[in-house]
Structures are given as C-alpha cells and as structure tokens.
C-alpha cells in the first residue's frame, strides 16, 4: 500500500495499471508491425509516439472508469470479461471523439483494429499472471493480531470477499484474563514470547485489536519488535488501509481531533470550490440536451401540467436545510403518506423515473446546486431532515459528515450499494467519514471516474 494525499492506493493494482499501459502502449506498434509487414511504414517516429500514447491514456482511463483497478472489487460484481468489454467500447467511443477533434492523431484503420486485437489479448494475459501470482502466500503480508476477543475475531473476514487479498492473519495473541472467542488463541507465557512468535511466523504487521483497552499490552516487547522494523498499528488505521472506511466501532472524540485528518485549511476549499464551478459547468455543456429529452419525456408520460423537477428539503453543509433539486422520478403524490425510503421495488416510481434513476440522470439538475455553493460535485449524499433527526440520536458521529458539503456522487455510493435501513446508514457513514477525513482533489477525481463504474452498472441506483 501507498498513501496518496492520505488516500491508500493499491501498490499491487497500481502495477498492474502500469503493466497494461504498457500493453497498450506497444500494442499500437504490433499494429503497426502487422499492418506493414510486407511494405516500409508511412509513419514517422514522432507520429507513433503520440498515436500510442493517446490510444494508451484513453484506454487505461476507460479501465479505471470500470473499475478494473479497483481493489474493493468483490467476487460477486467481479464479471472481468464484462468490464474488460465495456472498458473496450467506452475507449473505443473516447478514440473516435479525440480523432474527430484531432484527426491527425488518427493511424490506418488497419493499424487501429490490429492495435485493438492486440490490447483485447494482452489485457486477457496480463490478468491472467496477475490473478496467478499476486494471491500467492509468499507475497501476502504477514499479519499477527494481539486480541482474540470479538473485535479480533471480525478480523477474519475483512476482504475475505475481494479477488484480491494482500494478507493473512498468522495468529490471534490472547491477553490476560481476555476472553477468547477467535479458534486457537495463542497465549504468552516464559516458553513463548512476543518475539519468539513474531521470529517464528515472519510477521511484517501487527494490529492492536483489543475489546478491552484498560488490559495490559506488551509494551516493551511491542516497541522492542518495532525498533527491529515491523510495523504495529492501531485497528482504526489497518481498516481505514484495507477498506477505506472510519471504523466506528473502535472511534473516540480523542481520535477525532488528534487523527491526521478532518481539516479544511489553506487553499483547499478554493481548490474544491474551483474544481466544483468548472466541472459543473464542463458537465452543463455536454449535457444539456440529455436533460431536455428528460423533461420532454417526464412530460409525456406525466401530462404538460405535471412538474418535471422535485424540490425536497435536505441537509447540508454545517447542518444548514437547502432545497435539492432533481428531475421527478415518482408519482406527483408519492409522498402523500409522508417520508419514506425508496424500496427495491417501489411502485411510486414511474417507467421514465425508473430509467433515469438507473443511469443517474435524474443527479443532473444538482449541478445548479453546485453552482449555487449549497453542494459539492463529490462529498456525502445529502439526507432529508426527517431522517436525520433519528440518524443522529441512533448513529455516533453522523453528524460529522456534515462537515464538508454534501455531493451528487460520493465515496460511499462507490463503496457501499444503497442502503434503505438504518443498519445501512451505519455502513455507509464509515465511507462518509474516510472521505470527510482524507477529502482532497486526487479523492475527489478518483471517485468522478469511478462514478462511471457505478452507472454503468446500475450499482446504488433506486
């Protein structure tokens, strides 16, 4: 793992992103090869280079947009040849756009289709050797537990569901008088020490996970096995590494205000706020007609005297009530009951509603918020009062998220399918807080391409 502008990167994705950009650099050149086997080139060296390097940046962008780098990418939505042939056709649409615009850029449509041919069957291979070799237990990290009581024991499943693991739990260190609930605890005594286990497992990483903190740690041995290289962290630090969240189980006021994050100082909000006006704008520009044919097609289904735009009231930024603006995707009366969640399967929503929710269509008009200051582009999905009220008196520490301004798309709405119960709500806060914590421009970029993924998908959409 790497820390970029406190978010943690996969070292092992990273590569792999390195390694097919690499394909895809080269497969213009195979191209190319194939096309003038039998005949000189027309192409100077220059003119190779900068074919290949936007056929390469176009297509590792689209794969990103896919979430083919994603390491959060359970088995369940995993569907690589899917997102391997979606990620195609999005280059594929990009390419022709950047011809159109540069067209001197453009190669023999034979040199292109070969590269294409080529890239499809180098992806195909390089994930191959990546999937064969990055599970092996030789290059997982090592990781040694002391705790073997209930917080230990959720240990056992973090990223149980991921394609991609980076470590193994080699042991649960059980403490005096702790009760264990982990299968063979390990207990310290004069013939097994600290070290002795740490010696014998080839542990690079310890994690604290105690349900009690008043029990006694090893201390000395724990800061002796520092001193020698390896790695001790706290629990709250090895999930915020490995799922990107704020474990609220294990958080404190202390940790809150001492943790290297949650601030909001220097040139930051004029960055965010500048990013926020010109991508709203950029996204206006290009998507204006989309919102016409809505509010065209809202109208047809509806009647011409239905409203096409919904006005609710939500939370925003320190807790101040804003009026949220989206296209209607319900009934005129789906509220005539009072608020609610909308469920799987909610006949409140209309047949062009149930469309433009899917695709996210119905976001659109927020960008008027954004330009207003009231939202972000990215941040927490705004609540309506109503809701947050029984949120705040249930759930420790949502009110935090109300610490930056709320956002049309979010790290949790990447992370975290939509939730229509409090137990979800929980969930998605700890997604909330790493993004309120570690917020930046680099986060704020990867989940813009990342949101592709989640409308391609459908993911979260109701």
């Known amino acids: 793992m790497i820390r970029i502008f406190r978010h943690y990167i996969s070292t092992a994705y990273l590569g792999l992103m390195l390694a097919e ?6 497969a213009m050149y195979w191209g190319a090869a194939v096309r003038f086997l039998y005949a000189s080139s027309w192409y100077s060296t220059e003119e190779m280079m900068w074919a290949s390097l936007v056929y390469s940046v176009v297509f590792i962008l689209s794969c990103s947009f896919l979430g083919l780098y994603r390491k959060t990418l359970d088995k369940e939505e995993y569907n690589l040849l899917e997102r391997i042939n979606y990620s195609f056709c999005v280059a594929i649409f990009a390419l022709v756009f950047v011809y ?20 499809f069957m180098g992806v195909l291979v390089t994930r191959y050797l990546f999937y064969r070799f990055v599970n092996l237990e030789t290059l997982k990290r090592r990781v040694l537990v002391i705790g073997a009581g209930q917080r230990a024991s959720k240990l056992e499943v973090v990223n149980s569901s991921y394609v991609y693991r980076g470590f193994d739990i080699v042991g649960y260190i059980a403490l005096e008088d702790e009760m264990a609930v982990v299968a ?3 207990y310290l005594g004069d013939n097994c020490t600290l070290a002795d286990i740490v010696d014998k497992e080839k542990v690079d990483e310890i994690v604290i996970a105690v349900d009690d903190r008043r029990k006694k740690l090893p201390v000395d041995d724990l800061l002796d096995i520092k001193m020698d290289g390896i790695i ?7 999930y915020e590494r490995e799922q990107r969240l704020v474990f609220l189980e294990t958080m404190t006021p202390s940790w809150l205000v001492f943790s290297d994050g949650f601030v909001n100082d220097g040139s930051r909000p004029i960055v965010k706020r500048s990013f926020d006006v010109v991508a709203s704008l950029l996204l206006l520009g290009v998507s204006w007609w989309v919102m016409l044919l809505t509010a065209l097609a809202i109208w047809l289904e509806s009647g011409f005297g239905a409203p096409v735009l919904y006005r609710q009231s939500r939370v925003g930024y320190r807790d101040q009530p804003f009026q949220v603006i989206k296209f209607r995707s319900m009934r005129v009366d789906a509220e005539k009951n009072g608020a609610q969640f909308a469920g799987e399967v909610d006949d409140r929503v209309t047949r062009v509603g149930k469309f433009i929710r899917k695709v996210r269509i119905d976001e ?11 939202m972000s582009f990215v941040g927490p999905r705004p609540e309506r ?20 301004k709320p956002g049309i798309t979010g790290w949790a709405q990447l992370c975290y399918p939509y939730g229509a119960s409090e137990e979800d709500t929980w969930q998605k806060l700890q997604y909330d807080l790493y993004y309120v914590k570690n917020y930046s421009l680099f986060l704020d970029l990867a989940i813009m391409m990342s949101t592709v993924e989640v409308v391609l998908w459908g993911r979260g959409a109701r």
Not at 21 to 26: D, K
Not at 232 to 238: G, S
Not at 364 to 374: A, I
């Open 100 to 119: 159109y615009i540069i067209p001197e850029l453009m190669l023999a449509r034979s040199v292109l289709i070969s590269a294409i041919l080529f890239s």
């Open 21 to 26: 950009w690499v394909v895809f650099y080269l």
């Open 184 to 186: 063979n605890p390990i």
């Open 232 to 238: 001790v962290m706290d629990l709250q630090t090895f």
């Open 385 to 404: 009062p109503e809701f947050v009220e029984g949120f705040e008196k249930n759930i420790p520490y949502y009110k935090e998220r109300h610490r930056v």
């Open 364 to 374: 659109l008009p927020q960008l008027f918020n954004v330009l207003k200051g009231e």
